[in-house]
């Protein structure tokens, strides 16, 4: 069964960073794709980024395009979300997701796992 746990959420200013953090329990696969996304209050879901494991390919919303930066480190099965120039609009919560079937898009519906959340408030 495979568990994804995010950490790395908080306060932080209009302008700063932080570092979102999601550990994936189980097993990878070449055809696995993580990826975030975040809900704001009142709001749907929406994609943020995506990486592919087997070649690190990555996709961006373009609303972080320039500001986050996904990344993954195989030997830990995690992925980071570097987050900088953080703005307001930024602010929900963050959600880790995984498919296996090396569909990198935007639709939630195509992601079979996901974590329960982390916070991320930016104060302007």
């Known amino acids: 069964q495979v568990q994804l746990v995010e950490s790395g959420g908080g306060l932080v200013q209009a302008g700063g960073s932080l570092r979102l953090s999601c550990a994936a329990s189980?097993?990878?696969?070449?055809?696995?794709?993580m990826a975030w996304f975040r809900q704001a209050p009142g709001k749907e879901r929406e994609f943020v980024a995506g990486?592919?494991?087997?070649?690190?390919?990555?996709y961006y919303a373009d609303s972080v395009k320039g500001r986050f930066t996904i990344s993954r480190d195989n030997a830990k099965n995690t992925v980071y979300l570097q987050m900088n120039s953080l703005k307001p609009d930024d602010t929900g919560v963050y959600y880790c997701?995984?498919?296996?079937?090396?569909?990198?898009?935007?639709?939630?519906?195509?992601?079979?796992?996901w974590g329960q959340g982390t916070q991320v408030t930016v104060s302007s």
């Open positions: 189980g097993r990878t696969f070449i055809s696995s794709v």
């Open positions: 990486i592919k494991w087997s070649d690190g390919s990555t």
């Open positions: 997701a995984r498919n296996d079937r090396l569909l990198l898009i935007k639709s939630t519906t195509v992601y079979d796992y």
